[in-house]
């Protein structure tokens, strides 16, 4: 058995935190491989190590004196590292860190040693090796990842290390310099690892006991699901769940890996596996409830629409040439409504309009701005009937108004459109129907 295991920031943030993470390791010998963020938020109004970087680097950029900003860095290891009595000194790094952001570096650069140094105190904390990931992770000159040379890299370097921690977050270009995934790319990096040694388990370490069917700050103590597969997760996190950093999942996909999202302040909990396919049935009918707000709806209406050929592709392409892509286009006999974000319609909104006017000609075309999608997600839909009854009569008994229905054929999701201000009150009354009362 071979498990690489991932800590966030939060995880991390404090000498404490780091001893919880240690104890974690330390309790199973086949959490072989350490992937570990930056020191994140330590209370509520706290800044993460990542965002004190960006501005600390910003200001050295801007050639104001940065000083006192890589102090308070500096500071944020070394209650750390005084915290747990460790032997370590990260002077030289910081010697060459304050030269580097003179030098400019660059942003990328900046930002990744918040792993980069966080790595190194989880490695002498926990007395495993430490693998710079510049060395081991590549990415293409346009910025995206090379993956089969990263697997490559990654595979020879571990296969010579039984215990290794390999900072998250960033890698190198072929030129040496430094470039980190988008913002929770240690996520990322833990997959790609967990890709190259084969591990039978990734370990994704955070502060909530897995993924939670709904919002917490939507519904009060949402439950944590047992096992979810990845194209609920897909949904999901589309819709607005965030558990996991989106590109996480393609690396231990292919493989066939599960990820096991897990709470380092709550470690007894067993967390909810990823997995590719299961055979388990789920606790609920559905898996997750994840919605956004801002959309708007663009309602076509035409006599004999019905009977003109093209009329949808005349009308989407109309979106296409103003870079504008579409949720949804639930359509009737005459009618046809177009779903897109509010805050990328609503500066061509005039263009747009005119334009469909010109490719078909419309009676007239009629827009609602202020609208929610909620999706209504999970396996066990497909084969329960009565799922989309039950939603619809808990969204009539709180009194919500139904937009907009769309249901795939997959069976897999239901999406609902309603007004912005009924969001929360439609998540809540699922949520109730399903888990709660469990008709
Ligand atoms: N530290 C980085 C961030 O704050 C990456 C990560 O935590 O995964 O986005």
Redesign the pocket.
């Known amino acids: 058995m071979k498990k690489v295991v991932k800590f ?2 939060s995880s991390l943030a404090s000498a404490e935190q780091f001893q919880k993470a240690g104890n974690i390791v330390r309790a199973e010998e086949c959490r072989r491989y350490v992937v570990p ?2 020191p994140g938020k330590r209370f509520g109004t706290d800044t ?1 190590v ?1 965002d004190m970087l960006y501005a600390c680097y910003d200001a050295a950029e801007k050639g104001e004196n940065f000083k006192e900003q890589l102090l308070a860095i500096c500071d944020r290891y070394q209650e750390i590292i005084t915290g747990l009595n460790l032997n370590l000194s990260l002077e030289e790094d910081f010697a060459q860190i304050e030269k580097d952001f003179s030098a400019r570096a660059g942003k990328d650069y900046a930002a990744s040693r ?2 980069y140094l966080n790595g190194k105190v989880m490695a002498a904390y926990l007395g495993f090796e430490f693998v710079d990931a510049a060395e081991v992770i590549r990415f293409r000159p346009d910025g995206t990842l090379e993956t089969e040379k990263t697997d490559a890299l990654l595979s020879e370097r571990l296969s010579r290390c039984e215990y290794a921690v390999i900072p ?2 960033y890698g190198s270009l072929d030129d040496g310099r430094v470039k980190t995934f988008s ?5 990322v990096t833990g997959s790609l690892v967990a890709k190259a040694v084969h591990a039978d388990i990734y370990e994704n370490w955070t502060d909530v006991s897995g993924f939670l069917l709904s919002d917490p700050r939507v519904v009060e103590n949402p439950v944590a699901m047992e096992t979810i597969t990845y194209r609920e997760l897909r949904e999901l996190s589309y819709m607005g769940a965030s558990v996991l950093h989106e590109d996480a999942i393609f690396p231990v996909r292919k493989e066939g890996i599960p990820i096991n999202i897990r709470n380092t302040n709550r470690p007894q909990d067993p967390g909810t596996f990823i997995v590719e396919s299961t055979c388990k049935k789920p606790r609920y009918t559905i898996t997750g409830i994840a919605g956004k707000k801002g959309f708007c709806s663009i309602n076509i209406e035409k006599s004999m629409m019905n009977s003109e050929i093209g009329f949808g592709r005349k009308v989407l392409q109309v979106f296409e040439d103003h870079g504008i892509s579409f949720e949804h286009m639930p359509s009737g006999i005459d009618t046809l409504t177009v779903y897109v974000h509010q805050d990328e319609f609503e500066e061509k909104e005039q263009q747009v309009i005119a334009g469909i006017h010109r490719a078909v000609q419309p009676d007239f075309v009629e827009m609602e701005s202020d609208l929610a999608l909620i999706a209504v997600v999970g396996r066990g839909m497909k084969s329960t009937r009565g799922t989309a009854g039950r939603i619809f009569s808990a969204l009539a008994h709180a009194n919500v108004n139904v937009k907009m229905i769309d249901q795939g054929s997959s069976e897999l999701n239901i999406i609902i459109g309603v007004q912005n201000s009924d969001f929360e009150r439609a998540v809540r009354a699922i949520y109730d129907i399903f888990v709660i009362t469990r008709l």
Do not use: P, V
Not at 183 to 187: N, P, T
């Open positions: 966030g920031g963020s930056a993460k990542t918040g792993e998250g977050f913002r929770g790319g240690s996520d």
